[in-house]
């Protein structure tokens, strides 16, 4: 199968309506956001970024969109610290161990990682 380079308008357009699709899973759901513009930056950008550049942009990315929906979150109550602090502390440290590793795993095995997360995740939800 040939594939065809996206021209700069569609890889434009791909990139701001896989962003606000993101955003909107974000901030509605608190996840699954990520996983949309991790594939939209695939798809846009195809053999001109490696999958690790590409995990690192969407991180990048979540964070403005998770401080937004954070904040408006909390103005309406919905944000226990109870809760907030029992894992916060361990994400940080999964996130910095994570950030690390990133450039010490192949891109073959985080393909795999991510896929397995991905289904793991949808199967879960669908069971539950």
Same mark, same amino acid.
């Given at each position: ?18 962003? *606000?699709?993101?955003? @909107? ?5 608190? &996840? +699954?956001? #990520?996983? !949309?513009? /991790? ?23 979540? *964070?403005?969109?998770? @401080? ?5 979150? &909390? +103005?309406? #109550?919905? !944000?226990? /610290? ?27 095995? @985080? ?18």
């Amino acid at each position: 199968m040939i594939k065809k380079k996206l021209g700069s308008n569609a890889k434009f357009t791909l990139l701001a309506l896989g962003g *606000l699709a993101g955003g @909107l899973a974000n901030g509605l759901l608190g &996840a +699954g956001g #990520g996983i !949309i513009m /991790t594939f939209v930056l695939e798809k846009a950008m195809e053999d001109e970024i490696e999958r690790r550049d590409i995990f690192a942009n969407v991180i990048a990315a979540t *964070l403005p969109i998770s @401080l937004l929906s954070t904040a408006i979150y &909390a +103005g309406k #109550g919905n !944000i226990s /610290t109870e809760r907030f602090s029992s894992f916060v502390i361990p994400a940080i440290a999964g996130g910095l161990v994570g950030a690390f590793l990133l450039s010490r795993i192949s891109t073959v095995w @985080l393909k795999r990682i991510f896929a397995l997360l991905v289904i793991w995740s949808g199967i879960y939800m669908v069971m539950r």
